[in-house]
């Protein structure tokens, strides 16, 4: 029979990272859910004033979650789509140009099952440049999607990934390079 030690205590928040993160989840209540896409303005403007980094002309959409703004930075012209969850206990980085689209989920953090309390662990997420991460996709702990990627919809990354290649799946997989076409639309 495998000894359990209950008596070990995990590491708690800091008093002040408590008080943020009340403060943070009044105002996510109170703006997220129930302003349309127009007012995104007004969400990148609370996301800085506790601590988000985001670039000009970016675009948070309505019903989005970022459990700590000061670990998300969003690159120039970044957009998180409807309902996208970003949950970052660690840093999670959008690079410039790069869609989170709707219902997806940016998960820095899981917990350590080989321990007999489950500690929280975490890592941060990098969504490099000109990336697209379709609906509903699922990106772990620790990952890097590289330039140019995209990640197809429901897909779940669980490694890095090489850049400008298309990945689809659960778990996803390599499908084939991504190439951009100069054709006019």
């Given at each position: 029979?495998?000894?359990?030690?209950?008596?070990?205590?995990?590491?708690?928040?800091?008093?002040?990272?408590?008080?943020?993160?009340?403060?943070?989840?009044?105002?996510?209540?109170?703006?997220?859910?129930?302003?349309?896409?127009?007012?995104?303005?007004?969400?990148?403007?609370?996301?800085?004033?506790?601590?988000a980094e985001i670039g000009k002309g970016c675009l948070i959409s309505k019903g989005v979650k970022i459990w700590m703004p000061w670990h998300l930075k969003m690159g120039d012209y970044a957009s998180l789509g409807v309902n996208v969850e970003v949950y970052n206990f660690a840093k999670v980085t959008i690079g410039s140009h790069s869609c989170v689209s709707q219902y997806s989920y940016l998960c820095s953090a899981s917990h350590?099952?080989?321990?007999?309390?489950?500690?929280?662990?975490?890592?941060?997420?990098?969504?490099?440049?000109q990336c697209w991460i379709a609906a509903g996709a699922f990106i772990g702990p620790g990952v890097t999607i590289n330039s140019g990627c995209v990640i197809g919809a429901r897909a779940v990354v669980t490694k890095n990934t090489d850049a400008w290649f298309v990945y689809a799946g659960n778990?996803?997989?390599?499908?084939?390079?991504?190439?951009?076409?100069?054709?006019?639309?």
């Open positions: 029979m495998t000894k359990v030690n209950l008596g070990v205590k995990q590491k708690n928040w800091s008093t002040r990272i408590k008080i943020a993160r009340v403060l943070w989840l009044a105002c996510q209540f109170i703006y997220w859910p129930i302003f349309p896409k127009m007012f995104s303005p007004v969400r990148i403007f609370v996301a800085r004033l506790f601590g350590d099952y080989t321990n007999s309390i489950h500690p929280l662990i975490y890592k941060n997420i990098h969504i490099e440049d778990p996803a997989v390599k499908i084939k390079p991504r190439q951009i076409s100069d054709a006019p639309v």
